[in-house]
């Protein structure tokens, strides 16, 4: 009876320590509940800090309190919704618009910002073989071989091949790392014209200001990892550079094929990866980490993957 008081005493002082601490690190006020008793009081404090974090902290998920032999302490996870959204940044529209001469100087403003994806946020590029879009595109080719020829499986084989030799050409593109170099130049140079060069100016823009304060920052930086052996299968998770990556395109039937096969393994899988960061308050050093660059990062790419999308070919 002695050691079970004095266990709840010892859970009682690790517990206010940890919440005076996460109370300091988010900057709120938490509710006074020391007057109650045992485990009401903490009880109470966690209810109430879960409505002040919810109301209080962006990217916020959970906390969770934490009893091992050692100590009691919150672990607060903060989370970025990535809301199920296909990332996917076409790259034909943009072939198109390097070759119309009126958008030249747009279009290579744009080759900047994904080289700057291609190069440092490491987004997966379709063309490459360890890339998990390469393969779906290569399930589909092969689909494709077995149909009989006609001139509806001829206009497919057509988009496959212009799907991979556009891709092969943009990827030297951004390869090339004079793209990446030439990014401020092209920023400072640039002439808007009219309502497509103001929301490209834009979003380059926001790449380049991102590029700046992160020069070598990982869009799977705070990528949540998911042990293999918490899930009977390991591809019940959809992984990031799952539906993060270039495409070849954002229409047309070997895209409306494609994003119809992805959709049906991910309804298949329970668990999705997104950038997450854990903060254990236990007495040792609190990470200042937060999920600001995955936020405007995000916003980018949804910008960028809109304005392609939109792209029409004009006259050159």
């Known amino acids: 009876m002695v050691q079970s008081v004095q266990t709840c005493k010892k859970t009682e002082r690790d517990f206010y320590k940890s919440l005076s601490l ?7 006020v938490p509710m006074q509940s020391q ?7 903490i ?21 969770r ?23 996917y940044i076409p790259i034909i529209p943009l072939f198109k618009m390097l070759r119309n001469k009126r958008r030249r100087s747009t279009a290579k403003l744009l080759l900047s910002v994904c080289s700057y994806f291609y190069h440092i946020v490491n987004i997966p590029y379709y063309r490459q073989e360890e890339s998990y879009l390469y393969w779906v595109y290569e399930m589909h080719k092969e689909w494709i071989e077995f149909e009989e020829e006609t001139q509806e499986i001829k206009s497919y084989k057509r988009e496959f091949i212009k799907s991979e030799s556009i891709g092969n050409l943009i990827e030297q593109k ?3 790392l004079a793209n990446l170099k030439a990014f401020e130049k092209r920023i400072n140079s640039f002439q808007v014209r009219d ?9 380059a823009s926001n790449a380049y200001a991102l590029f700046k304060e992160h020069p070598t920052m990982s869009i799977f930086r705070n990528a949540r990892l998911y042990e293999q ?4 299968y390991c591809d019940e998770v959809i992984g990031m550079e799952k539906y993060i990556a270039f495409v070849a395109d954002t229409k047309g039937w070997l895209y409306e094929n494609l994003v119809e096969s992805i959709n049906n393994e991910f309804n298949e899988c329970d668990k999705i990866e997104e950038p997450s ?19 405007r990062l995000f916003a980018v790419l949804n910008d960028l993957t809109g304005l392609l999308y939109e792209y029409k070919t004009e006259k050159r």
């Open 65 to 87: 309190l934490i009893t091992n032999e050692e100590k009691t302490y919150i672990e607060s996870t903060e989370r970025y919704d990535t809301e199920t959204t296909l990332y």
């Open 195 to 203: 309502a497509l060069d103001k929301a490209c100016f834009k979003v």
């Open 174 to 176: 951004l390869y090339n």
């Open 229 to 232: 052996n918490s899930y009977e």
């Open 22 to 28: 996460l109370a300091n690190h988010y900057h709120i």
């Open 43 to 63: 009880a109470l404090a966690m209810w109430d800090l879960k409505n002040k974090l919810k109301q209080t902290i962006e990217n916020w998920e959970d906390v």
């Open 35 to 41: 007057q109650f008793y045992f485990p009401y009081n």
């Open 277 to 295: 960061i854990k903060k254990c308050f236990d007495g040792r050093k609190i990470t200042t980490m937060n999920l600001d660059f995955e936020k």
